[in-house]
């Protein structure tokens, strides 16, 4: 009962990587401070089936949730308010994405910034047939994320601005539902995170796992600072003044550091500091900053069985919802037994 007062706040990590500072900065981070507001509920989960279209290597795709969900929990996540559960544990998810796939007009899919992308880079590769090596997974994700969301009626979908559009295919794709069967679903708003910082990674590009240049965020110490050694420079010399803004090292240490903190390395820059100072200053601190979570994580790691038992227990919290949902979903489209 608690849920209908409370705003639903709703997002999915798909299980395919290893979490690094990029994805705690912009994403985990403000998440799960969320996840203490009272005034919401917010729903976290592994996006396993997500994962399958984009990675058929099942040792990764298991290992990846292992440390997603230990990453959040040794954040600090607050799982007496926050649901947090594994997308595969939850099957009324799969049993929606059918009903919506009914509704969903091909038309709609078709325009996927995804899927388009992937005919784009077959037609630029000479390619005879556009779909090659497109999956149904791919074409249909836009759907089985609209069952994410719509299952749980959720208000706000905190996403990376990739991702908007499939909000706007779900709230499509709701509305069309809710006028053939009538009103089942909320229509859902995407949230992009003012809070968010993104970072680049080791060699100055955005980073992400597409580019392999991210730090992962609980690295050993020693791994952490042979990466942040490795992180790309400009040439200029100790004692000649350089620009904090253009500088991947400093906008690393912004996203951890206070306003005064700031002001000072911003001052340091000016007075010309070297780059192996500014990584040492760089590894230094996002050290101290990480190392009470990194603990925590490696005693999750060590104890898989406390990580299974916290998405077991968000498992019953999310289809204590969702079990009754389907029902009256599948009343609405005509799917029950014969009354007698
Ligand atoms: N597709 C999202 C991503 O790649 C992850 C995701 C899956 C998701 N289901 C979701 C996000 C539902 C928000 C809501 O980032």
Not at 34 to 51: G, I, R
Not at 146 to 153: K, P, T, V
Not at 178 to 187: P, Q, S, T
Request: aromatic share 8%.
């Amino acid at each position: 009962m608690e849920h209908m007062t409370k705003a639903i706040v709703l997002t999915g990590i798909t299980t395919t990587g290893t979490p690094h500072l990029g994805n705690y900065a912009g994403a985990i981070r403000p998440a799960i401070a969320a996840s203490k507001d009272e005034n919401v509920t917010p729903f976290y989960f592994l996006a396993d089936y997500h994962a399958l279209i984009k990675c058929q290597e099942p040792e990764r795709v298991r290992q990846s949730s292992l440390e997603i969900a230990a990453t959040w929990l040794a954040l600090g996540l607050d799982t007496a308010n926050a649901v947090f559960y594994r997308q595969s544990d939850v099957p009324e998810i799969m049993e929606l994405t059918w009903m919506l796939t009914c509704v969903a007009s091909k038309g709609l899919m078709n325009r996927a910034h995804a899927y388009k992308a992937a005919v784009a880079e077959n037609e630029q590769g000479g390619e005879n047939d556009p779909d090659k090596g497109i999956t149904m997974g791919l074409f249909s994700y836009p759907i089985l994320m609209a069952a994410d969301i719509l299952l749980f009626n959720a208000n706000k979908v905190p996403v990376g601005k990739d991702q908007v559009q499939h909000i706007e295919m779900a709230r499509d794709i709701a509305g069309r539902f809710n006028h053939i069967y009538g009103e089942h679903f909320v229509l859902p708003e995407a949230v992009i995170d003012e809070h968010g910082a993104t970072l680049s990674g080791l060699d100055g590009r955005k980073m992400s796992k597409s580019y392999n240049n991210t730090i992962p965020l609980f690295e050993p110490e020693k791994k952490l600072r042979k990466l942040i050694n490795k992180i790309k420079t400009n040439s200029l010399e100790p004692g000649e003044p350089k620009n904090p803004d253009d500088c991947t090292l400093f906008g690393i240490y912004k996203a951890f550091a206070s306003a005064n903190e700031v002001l000072e390395i911003r001052q340091r820059y000016a007075e010309g500091i070297a780059w192996g100072e500014m990584k040492r200053v760089l590894f230094e601190h996002i050290n101290d900053h990480i190392t009470p979570a990194r603990e925590r994580y490696d005693a999750l790691m060590q104890a898989p069985e406390h990580i299974e038992e916290q998405l077991q227990e968000g498992a019953i919290k999310a289809r204590a919802v969702s079990a009754p949902f389907i029902k009256e979903l599948r009343k609405a489209v005509g799917i029950s037994r014969i009354s007698l």
